[in-house]
């Protein structure tokens, strides 16, 4: 028999414990569960180091801090979850975002308490398979999760309106972040890149081989070039176009033409 490894994240511990044994008492499915975004990566991470992968996540929409649990310790993982991951906090969409980057295979399901077409969506883009209420039968959501195990998407017939003029109006704002980047030139695409990643002025300075004064005009010009008044309007209308951060892990980029 092909067992379902299943990971249920919620920091409702009665609600989380519950959902877990009544899913582990089916035969084919075997369930962990952790309380918090940090924890759900660790164990994710550990399961990985061992060879036993989870197939889904199941993740609660309002994750949050009701326990002061350590940031994970992963480099990878810290990075796939920036928002609020230095301080042990990662909400359940930004968990999904960040599992996404680090296990693609994983099928993650967004459990809910009420609907918001809006949150839908995000989550979708998050790149979670389906949005389900919280308080729905166990048969329903066993069907979600075999059914996202078939690439299936799950989005309740109501909600299925709303989260499709969402996602096209998101679509519409990407187009027109996309086209305000690709007017940057190449070397200020790679400053904005350093900007999502967080890097200061004399950050960047120092990773391009450029002087704090060059990189002061590089980042003056991407944010009139972009239309916005600040570095983290700069970054979110980045994300928003699809920019991902500088890798900070690899080596500096090589001064051939740094001054262009």
């Known amino acids: 028999m092909v067992r379902i490894r299943v990971l249920v994240v919620d920091d409702h511990r009665i609600f989380a414990e519950s959902l877990a044994a009544a899913l582990a008492a089916e035969p084919d499915v075997e369930v962990a569960a952790a309380g918090s975004g940090p924890a759900a990566l660790r164990c994710l991470e550990r399961a990985a180091a061992e060879s036993r992968r989870f197939d889904v996540m199941l993740v609660d929409a309002d994750l949050g801090a009701a326990a002061a649990v350590p940031p994970p310790r992963s480099v990878a993982v810290a990075r796939a979850v920036p928002d609020g991951a230095a301080d042990g906090f990662v909400d359940g969409i930004s968990l999904v975002a960040g599992v996404r980057s680090l296990q693609p295979a994983l099928r993650s399901v967004v459990l809910a308490q009420k609907d918001d077409a809006r949150r839908a969506a995000l989550a979708l883009q998050a790149g979670a398979c389906g949005w389900v209420a919280k308080d729905c039968s166990l048969q329903r959501l066993l069907a979600v999760v075999r059914g996202v195990l ?111």
Do not use: W, Y
């Open 150 to 260: 078939r690439d299936e998407t799950h989005i309740a017939p109501a909600l299925l309106t709303g989260v499709l003029r969402e996602m096209t109006a998101a679509r519409k704002h990407r187009t027109e972040s996309e086209r305000l980047v690709e007017s940057l030139t190449p070397r200020e695409q790679e400053v904005l890149r350093c900007m999502v990643a967080g890097l200061g002025r004399k950050a960047v300075a120092e990773r391009l081989f450029l002087s704090p004064h060059t990189v002061r005009t590089h980042m003056q010009n991407v944010l009139g070039k972009l239309g916005v008044h600040s570095t983290l309007a700069a970054v979110a209308l980045a994300r928003r176009a699809g920019v991902g951060p500088a890798d900070l892990t690899g080596d500096v980029v090589e001064r051939g033409g740094q001054l262009a």
